[in-house]
């Protein structure tokens, strides 16, 4: 059952030529030397991010007189943070700023009710 090959002619294979273009390739002008090619840049600015507050500022806003703040250190214990966090959610408190004293860093609220 077995079936031989027929065994083919080899034709030869023709080269590829180059591609023939129709027009050359423009030259790059020549820069003269001790010149400085200047480039302009374009540079996109970003609006000003609008936030209320003193937030924008480099210091600290005072708080005022008639205002009331809850202050909750950093190391302050999981039921503490709990607390306060459930009276932001309640809109009760709201964060205000952030201060430090010495190496222990507070958060200060203000009292909205």
Known sequence: MSKERKKVAQKPIKK??????????????PVA???????KEVV???????????????????????DKYVRLATNASPEKRKEIND?????????????????????YYLVTK
């Open 44 to 66: 996109i600015v970003p609006e000003p991010i609008v936030v209320s507050g003193n937030f924008m500022k480099n210091e600290t806003p005072k708080p005022k007189s008639t």
């Open 33 to 39: 030397k001790g010149k400085k090619k200047i480039v």
């Open 87 to 107: 009276k932001v959610i309640k809109h009760e408190l709201q964060l205000a700023y952030y201060a430090i004293d010495n190496e222990v860093g507070y958060h």
């Open 16 to 29: 590829a030529e180059p591609k023939k273009r129709d027009e050359p390739l423009p030259k790059p002008k």
